[in-house]
């Protein structure tokens, strides 16, 4: 279970990808919930 292996945390960090073996950091998750919102708020 290397780097090409996507399901562990070391295959997650070299793609550059976030799952449940590596979740984003609490700031970004923060910011992407208020921007999906403020972004639905204008389309209506």
Do not use: C, I
Not at 13 to 31: D, H, N, S, V
């Amino acid at each position: 279970m290397g780097k090409g292996d996507r399901r562990t945390r070391r295959g997650k960090l070299y793609r550059g990808t976030y799952g449940k073996r590596r979740p984003r950091p609490r700031k970004q998750r923060r910011q992407r919930k208020r921007a999906r919102g403020a972004s639905q708020q204008d389309v209506d």
